[in-house]
């Protein structure tokens, strides 16, 4: 069993990576001048390591608990899809119930608000949320058999992308592929929408990789910008 500390140190040093990654990214394509203040930074670590903690603290226990009653099984190219589609399902039942039931907005209201985003707003959530999102997530491929080092690296792979959809990066593509890759995947212009102030577009994109889930449920809009 993890240790509160390994665990804060993991997603530290993850977070780390994505950085060497991302942050120059914003820096040579951005969407927007960034403004990068120390109290929104120091606000945005703080809510990756409180997240960290809600992960050791509450998220391990519980998933190790059912881990015990569902045996892992091999690994087979079914059961990979099966934890990925799972996973993607339930992520989009839960983000749009965040928006629609009112105590869970009151939970999913610390990641928008900020005005702006960058990658480091991906971790700007409420613990509790961040605890629901990584079980969530977890739960579906454990029910069909799948280990739980799988699901931490599944787990790693969602918050990387997200990390990238909320970065404040302008994708250099020609104008109609970049709109044919906003309806196979999820692009910052895809999740820049989701989070705008525009009325128009609220209550839409919940999707964390696959627009086609906001098409089938009628909550699709077009990227903004």
């Known amino acids: 069993m993890r240790t509160a500390l390994e665990t804060v140190g993991r997603v530290l040093l993850f977070a780390a ?6 942050w120059p990214l914003e820096l040579l394509w951005p ?28 998220v391990d226990p519980l998933l190790a608990a059912l881990a015990a009653r569902v045996p892992a099984r091999p690994a087979t190219a079914w059961r990979l899809g099966a934890s990925l589609l799972g996973a993607e399902l339930c992520a ?46 977890a739960v579906p491929g454990l029910l069909v058999g799948a280990p739980l080092a799988g699901l931490g690296a599944l787990w790693l792979l969602r918050r990387g992308y997200t990390a990238l959809l909320h970065a404040n ?36 994109n919940y999707a964390s990789t696959f627009p086609l889930l906001d098409r089938l449920f009628g909550t699709y809009r077009p990227g903004a910008g």
């Open 169 to 204: 990066v302008d994708l250099r593509l020609p104008p109609g592929r970049l709109e044919l890759l906003g309806q196979l995947v999820a692009t910052p212009a895809f999740h820049r929408a989701h989070h705008s102030h525009d009325p128009r577009l609220h209550n839409s």
């Open 17 to 22: 990576l994505l950085g060497l990654v991302l």
């Open 92 to 137: 989009y039942a839960l983000h749009r119930a965040m928006h629609e039931i009112p105590w869970l907005w009151r939970l999913h209201a610390v990641h928008h608000a900020p005005r702006e985003l960058d990658w480091m707003k991906a971790w700007r959530q409420h613990p509790i949320e961040v605890a629901l999102h990584a079980l969530v997530v």
């Open 31 to 58: 969407h927007r001048v960034p403004r990068l203040t120390p109290r929104a930074w120091l606000a945005d670590l703080g809510c990756l390591l409180l997240g960290a903690l809600a992960l050791r603290l509450l």
